[in-house]
């Protein structure tokens, strides 16, 4: 597999200065705004703080849902970043929801709002001296995370894994990962994606590009390669699909696929593996004219994406139903607490199933759940 870096400038030759789209916007937006509905905890039962803090050089977003029934017994901590991303919405009103399940149980979600995997390094730092939670989980795509994991465990701090995991045999030593198991979602989606809309029109060759905003993320790079053998094992040679960078923001990523795009007319298949490059293949498509000339797909279920499936420019999504992620989790840590650490965390495949034209009616209704 060919690749490409797309950088500020070559975009801005290819494109001409395009107009850049609307940067997404403040955590709190999100969660309480007119964007999403307020979480949806019984009144009295839980009790929400969200606040802003500085950690390190960090600026931090923290929501703490407290369970009303008495002084919290368990507190748990869970660390992040990018929580300010369209994607985490759903997360974000699903803490709430969690915690009112639990009785004497305190959850913290905490990191920064942007795409800043320091930030939540410089809350890792803090776990064990100073925040002391009863169990913790996190992002392990860095030997740092997976450091401060290993550690947490060796201190008595039971330690889990989200969204993004390490790899066997998992150095972090946590104890499960709940999460899409990210390689098989794409290449499922990826399948579904040529079966349905390739083979169809008779595409089974040509140039593709996988744009991703994050190379070396763990997580994202596993997309990258499913998308890839769904693709070769439909027909595409691997010397003709192309990973090209796409910009750590919304606004980049938008600018650079449209740039490529544009000056690769060449390409058939466009596919974004995230929330910033997704909508960004879909809405290029869009701008630039290319619907029925360029077929796209992508990962994360997004309302910018959802847009897209609806116009036709995406044509598979991966869904990876970001609302179950947190309440799973905190059952998992929960149980293992409760039972005095005899029952043990396990594995969650949170994500499932393909949003296309056929069904992306159900998912575009306004919910707290996407």
């Known amino acids: 597999m060919a690749e490409e870096k797309i950088t500020r400038r070559t975009s801005l030759k290819y494109a001409g200065g395009a107009a850049l789209a609307a940067v997404v916007g403040a955590v709190a937006g999100y969660a309480y705004g007119t964007s999403a509905p307020a979480p949806a905890a019984q009144p009295g039962l839980v009790k929400t703080v ?40 759903p997360m974000w009103n699903s803490l709430p929801d969690a915690v009112s399940l639990f009785p004497g149980l305190q959850v913290s979600w905490l990191g920064p709002s942007e795409c800043d995997p320091k930030g939540m390094l410089d809350i890792a730092a803090t776990i064990k001296d100073v925040r002391k939670p009863d169990a913790t989980a996190s992002y392990l795509d860095t030997p740092d995370m997976q450091k401060f994991c290993s550690e947490w465990i060796d201190a008595g701090i039971p330690s889990m894994s989200y969204l993004v995991d390490d790899n066997p045999p998992h150095p972090s030593k946590r104890l499960a990962y709940v999460g899409t198991a990210q390689y098989d979602a794409a290449y499922g989606t990826g399948t579904v994606f040529v079966n349905q809309y390739l083979k169809p029109k008779g595409i089974t060759s040509g140039k593709a590009v996988i744009f991703i905003h994050r190379p070396g993320a763990p997580d994202l790079e596993d997309r990258v390669k499913g998308f890839t053998q769904a693709l070769i094992d439909g027909g595409f040679k691997a010397a003709d699909i192309t990973k090209a960078a796409a910009g750590p923001e919304a606004a980049q990523s938008n600018d650079m696929a449209a740039a490529y795009l544009k000056a690769h007319s060449d390409v058939v298949v466009a596919a974004g593996v995230d929330g910033n490059t997704s909508p960004a293949v879909g809405e290029s498509i869009d701008a630039l004219g290319l619907h029925g000339k360029v077929l796209g797909m992508g990962f994360d279920l997004i309302p910018r994406s959802l847009t897209q499936v609806q116009k036709g420019n995406l044509l598979a999504l991966a869904n990876q139903q970001p609302y179950l992620i947190i309440p799973v989790l905190v059952m998992d840590l929960y149980m293992h607490l409760v039972s005095g650490k005899i029952l043990m965390p396990f594995d969650a495949n949170t994500g499932r199933g393909v949003v296309t034209a056929d069904n992306v ?4 209704a306004k919910s707290k759940f996407y």
């Open 50 to 89: 969200t606040e802003t803090q500085t950690v390190g050089s960090t600026q931090i977003t923290t929501m703490t849902a407290t369970n009303a029934y008495g002084s919290p017994k368990y507190k748990i901590d869970l660390l992040g970043y990018c929580l300010g991303v369209e994607f985490c919405i």
């Open 361 to 364: 009616g159900q998912y575009t």
